[in-house]
C-alpha cells in the first residue's frame, strides 16, 4: 500500500511519525517526488512503480477534485470520498 500525497514530504513524514502510521505503507511519494502535481498523474504512477504493481493493477482513495482527475489519467481505478463535492452538472 502507498500514499501519495502533494503535500511536501517533510509534512507528510511528520504526520504520519506523530500517528504512528509510517510502518503501514511500502511506499510513500510525496509532491516533491514528481515533477508535476495533480491533475497530472506523475505521483500515482511513480507510487505505482515504486509499489511494482501496473497501474491498472491499482486501486486510488481521492478526496479531491485534482486527485480524482490525476487518477483517472494514471489508468488507475479510483474510489472518491464522499466528502469531496460532487460538480454540478
Same mark, same amino acid.
Given at each position: 500500500? +502507498?500514499? +501519495?500525497?502533494?503535500?511536501?514530504?517533510?509534512?507528510? /513524514?511528520?504526520?504520519?511519525?506523530? %500517528? *504512528? %502510521?509510517?510502518?503501514? %505503507?511500502?511506499?510513500?511519494?510525496? *509532491?516533491?517526488?514528481?515533477?508535476?502535481?495533480?491533475?497530472?498523474?506523475?505521483? %500515482?504512477? /511513480?507510487?505505482?512503480?515504486?509499489?511494482?504493481?501496473?497501474?491498472?493493477?491499482?486501486?486510488?482513495? /481521492?478526496?479531491?477534485?485534482?486527485?480524482?482527475?490525476? +487518477?483517472?489519467? +494514471?489508468?488507475?481505478?479510483?474510489?472518491?470520498?464522499?466528502?469531496?463535492?460532487?460538480?454540478?452538472?
Amino acid at each position: 500500500m +502507498a500514499l +501519495a500525497s502533494s503535500s511536501p514530504r517533510r509534512l507528510v /513524514e511528520a504526520t504520519l511519525a506523530r %500517528f *504512528g %502510521f509510517r510502518d503501514r %505503507f511500502d511506499a510513500v511519494v510525496t *509532491g516533491d517526488c514528481v515533477a508535476r502535481p495533480k491533475p497530472a498523474p506523475d505521483i %500515482f504512477l /511513480e507510487a505505482a512503480r515504486r509499489l511494482g504493481l501496473p497501474r491498472e493493477g491499482c486501486v486510488v482513495l /481521492e478526496d479531491s477534485l485534482a486527485g480524482v482527475r490525476a +487518477a483517472s489519467a +494514471a489508468g488507475m481505478r479510483v474510489i472518491r470520498s464522499r466528502s469531496m463535492p460532487r460538480r454540478r452538472r
